[in-house]
């Protein structure tokens, strides 16, 4: 099955395809943007749709047909989960344990994440229970427990440090991050003062190390990304650009604009990468991904994008612009092409005038001398078979 094309970005190609020049035909901006003339088409056809220009069911309206069908799906099995489960706690002759009950309703077509999310246990419980009902460690852990306990309820008011002591002396030896552990997962607490934020505005410490040290070269797409957001003003406000950049090819892989810098910027940018490098086939796991410092680059959103697309973050110093050169010299390229041109009266002008040089001019047109005078484009056609049959 076709993975589909980021939405952002299929809003962008229609834009463009709108306030195109008299005499541009569809075809070429098809072409600039490297997609069929039918799926331009297509695209217009359903934007025309969706703002009720042309009858039809739109983007919207299949998306909420498709979540009802799910959500209807979802809760008749809830209701059998529940029906069983009532069932089940009724007998008396059982003991009341739930794990058996999420196993037989496997058995019946019913997912495991439904029945323990409904019966309120963590699937890792009862995958574990299914390999051995009671462990060695659950068993140490509770032992562990019990030692705790009976020396906090002799003595509330001391902390995990002074009952860890108490519990070795009672012969159940563990360190102390395990104690705190045990402690914190039962609500064993001594009062404790609440400690200060930090007042000021200075960079927090780097979540990744710097796996690129200033050299941004790459011997195959996707091994090196580069990201960095730029701003510029116009009439409305101002707009932000994240781009996410292959080093070896210097294409801009995937893009995201929006009126607030805010972390979701970076992780859109982020996911229409991934997603347009698996339109083309490609795999981009273990890829390193370089940043600057930024909020939006150390936000838990954008690190756990990270993680599910399987990336490996690098981040440079504070203030060293030399360690994202790189993509600095990107923005420098189109400050001067495009952003300082002219004064831009509204975000959308913008939006589609770097929209349109992005695809058209600079990876297509403008040719590097560091990829050989070629295009970005040409570059990734002409070297990505013998680098992959080298490989």
């Not at 901006?29 to 217009?44: C, N, P, Q, R, Y």
């Not at 893009?255 to 997603?275: E, G, T």
Request: hydrophobic residues 40%.
């Amino acid at each position: 099955m076709t993975k589909p094309y980021p939405r952002e970005y299929r809003d962008d190609v229609v834009r463009v395809a709108r306030s195109r020049d008299e005499g541009v035909t569809l075809e070429q901006v098809a072409a600039d943007f490297g997609i069929h003339v039918m799926t331009l088409s297509k695209w217009m056809r359903q934007a025309d749709i969706d703002e009720g220009a042309r009858p039809g069911l739109s983007t919207a309206e299949a998306a909420e047909l498709r979540a009802a069908r799910a959500r209807i799906k979802l809760l008749d099995q809830e209701n059998e989960v529940l029906r069983r489960a009532a069932a089940y706690l009724s007998q008396a002759n059982l003991p009341k344990r739930l794990c058996p009950l999420v196993s037989e309703l496997a058995d019946d077509g019913v997912p495991v994440a439904v029945a323990c999310r409904v019966l309120k246990i963590a699937r890792q419980v009862y995958y574990r229970w299914l390999t051995e009902p009671v462990s060695e460690a659950e068993l140490e852990q509770a032992y562990r427990a019990d030692a705790l306990f009976d020396a906090h309820r002799e003595d509330p008011e001391f902390g995990y440090r002074y009952l860890y002591e108490e519990a070795a002396e009672a012969g159940q030896v563990m360190a102390a991050r395990t104690a705190w552990r045990i402690c914190r997962d039962n609500g064993w607490w001594s009062a404790f003062a609440k400690r200060r934020a930090k007042n000021g505005k200075r960079p927090g410490p780097p979540v990744h190390d710097d796996l690129v040290q200033r050299n941004f070269t790459a011997t195959r797409p996707n091994e090196l990304w580069l990201t960095d957001i730029t701003e510029h003003r116009t009439s409305e406000g101002k707009l932000y650009l994240c781009a996410v950049k292959d080093a070896y090819s210097r294409r801009i892989v995937g893009y995201s604009i929006d009126s607030r810098m805010k972390s979701r910027l970076a992780v859109a940018a982020l996911a229409n990468a991934v997603a347009r490098r698996r339109v083309e086939g490609a795999d981009v796991a273990g890829c390193v991904i370089h940043s600057d410092r930024g909020s939006q680059f150390r936000s838990r959103r954008y690190i756990h994008a990270l993680a599910r697309q399987g990336l490996v973050g690098s981040m440079g110093r504070v203030g060293a612009a030399g360690d994202n050169a790189a993509m600095e010299s990107f923005f420098a390229l189109l400050q001067n092409n495009v952003l300082d041109r002219r004064s831009w009266a509204t975000r959308d002008e913008l939006r589609i005038a770097i929209v349109t040089w992005i695809e058209r001019t600079y990876h297509r047109r403008r040719r590097q001398a560091g990829l050989g005078r070629l295009t970005p484009i040409e570059y990734e056609t002409i070297m990505t078979t013998p680098v992959a049959l080298t490989a």
